[in-house]
Structures are given as structure tokens and as C-alpha cells.
């Protein structure tokens, strides 16, 4: 990866969080905390904020998406929201896949891979997210678990449209609960995503691929994270709500720390 590259990738999951106030508070708070930040930042806010905050944001450092779309381009699909909607309302970026929509709502490998078709149909790019529930990482099953998912999610994509995507890896013991994974776990997790990338579709497109990391991200935690050598980002959820503290997530991972040693 070249320098421009490597600039890590700070992503905040808001979740079902956040009213249209609440939306321009946040940027209007954490815009002038972010100014010297060398990293690219995005938000994936609720659909109803998208719209605003796409405008709000427009001359910021942040890029605005969504959590979820549907895979069909329109139809009679009641609730559902398509991805040119997204992109009409000002989203770059979408998240598909998390491990809520996937438990909660019943998405499985299939689903995300059409998602995914249809995200890159409409100019989105997908942030793909991976990982494993604790019992699977008891049963030592972690890596057939996560080559299933990227060889079921990414099947018939090429190199061009894979080079464009942001893969999460996020394990399921990890969200919401506190307990983050080490960043020497993290890292031997990342590590075997980007070997199996490469055994799949090549060296050079796994290496444009960034990964990374969720789970507990606090601003404390996020440089050990990021100086590792495979981990080029984070995916934030419950510390991305407040202005300050991800602000100081951001700030935290734009200091020469860990990024000079990697290459
Ligand atoms: P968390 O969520 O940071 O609150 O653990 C991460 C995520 O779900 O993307």
C-alpha cells in the first residue's frame, strides 16, 4: 500500500441512535475537535439522518452512510429501503452484513452477497462486516468461519470491484460487551483474512482491501489496534455516539504512532 493508503479508517456505527438534533449536534461538536486529523472518517448514521447530515457535512472531514439497504433495486418490499435511496440522499458508504442484522434479522452469506452486487451497482461502497460468535471461537472454529463468510460474500465480484471494498472484522463476543479483542488476536485474525484474500483474489487486491477492526473500540485502546500491521481501521459503535470521546479515537489513530512501522 502506498502512503496515501494508509491512513487509517475510523468508522462510526451510531446504530438505531440518534434524532436529526442529535445528528447536527454531534457534527457541529466534533467537526472542530477532528481538524488536524489525518485519517479518513466516516458516519453511518440512521436512514431518517442521512439526508441532513449528508448536507451538514458536506465541506467536514466527514463522509456520511448508512447501516443496512436492500438488495433489489425497488419493489414492493414494505420497510425496506434501496440503495439508490441511499445514494439520493447523500450516502457514500453502506454497512452490510453486521452481526446484528445477521442474528437479529436472519441475514445470512447469500442475502450480504447480493447487498454487496447491488451496493456497487449504485456507486455505494460496501463495508463488509465478518465475524465470529464466542462458541466458534471456543470450538476453534474462527477460521473456517471467516472464509466462509468472505468466500460467500465476495463470490463473483472482480478484482476492480473488490479493490473498492472496506471489510470489518468484527468478532460477535466483542460488540457491545466490553471485551475487546487483544490487539495481538486482532491482529492474527486480520492477518489470516488478508492470506486467505490473497490466496482467493490475488495479493495486490487484498492489499487494497482495508480491514478493520470493531468490537469495544474505546479511545484508550484504538492506537494499540491500529499500529498493528494488518489492521488499517476501526469500526465504532457505542464509543462513536459522543463527539468528544470519538473525536479522541480519531485523534488518537492520526498520531505517528504505529503507522511509521508499517510499510
Ligand atoms: P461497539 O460496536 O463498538 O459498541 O462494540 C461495534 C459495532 O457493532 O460495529
Known amino acids: 500500500m502506498d502512503d496515501a493508503e494508509r491512513i487509517p479508517i475510523i468508522v462510526a456505527n451510531w446504530k438505531m441512535y440518534k434524532t436529526l438534533a442529535e445528528t447536527e449536534q454531534f457534527i457541529d461538536n466534533a467537526v472542530p475537535l477532528v481538524a488536524q486529523a489525518h485519517a479518513r472518517i466516516y ?5 431518517t439522518a442521512i439526508a441532513a447530515a449528508a448536507e451538514q457535512a458536506a ?3 466527514f463522509v456520511i452512510g448508512a447501516q443496512n439497504m436492500n438488495d433489489a433495486s425497488e419493489g414492493a418490499f414494505t420497510g425496506e429501503v434501496a440503495g439508490k435511496m ?8 453502506v454497512i452490510l452484513g453486521h452481526s446484528e442484522r445477521r442474528r437479529i434479522f436472519g441475514e445470512d452469506n447469500a442475502f450480504i ?5 447491488r451496493a456497487f451497482e449504485e456507486g455505494l461502497q460496501p463495508l463488509l462486516c465478518i465475524g465470529e460468535t464466542l462458541a466458534e471461537r471456543e470450538a476453534r472454529e474462527t477460521e473456517d468461519v471467516l472464509a466462509t463468510q468472505l468466500s460467500e460474500c465476495l463470490k463473483g465480484f472482480d478484482t476492480e470491484e473488490l479493490a473498492s471494498l472496506m471489510i470489518a472484522y468484527e468478532p460477535v463476543w466483542a460488540i457491545g460487551t466490553g471485551r475487546m479483542a487483544t490487539p495481538e488476536i486482532a491482529q492474527e485474525t486480520h492477518y489470516f483474512c488478508r492470506e486467505y484474500l490473497a490466496q482467493q483474489w490475488g495479493p495486490e487486491t487484498a492489499g487494497k482491501i482495508p480491514l478493520l477492526y470493531g468490537g469495544s473500540v474505546r ?4 492506537p494499540s489496534l491500529v499500529a498493528q500491521a494488518d489492521i488499517d481501521g476501526l469500526l465504532v459503535g457505542g464509543a462513536s455516539l459522543d463527539a ?8 488518537s489513530v492520526s498520531q505517528p504512532i504505529g503507522l511509521d512501522e508499517k510499510n
Open 43 to 47: 458516519i453511518a448514521v440512521p436512514f
Open 59 to 61: 465541506d467536514t472531514p
Open 86 to 93: 441511499l445514494v439520493d440522499a447523500g450516502a457514500k458508504f
Open 113 to 117: 452477497n447480493r447487498k454487496i452486487k
Open 219 to 222: 479511545p484508550e485502546t484504538a
Open 244 to 251: 468528544a470521546s470519538f473525536a479522541s479515537i480519531v485523534n
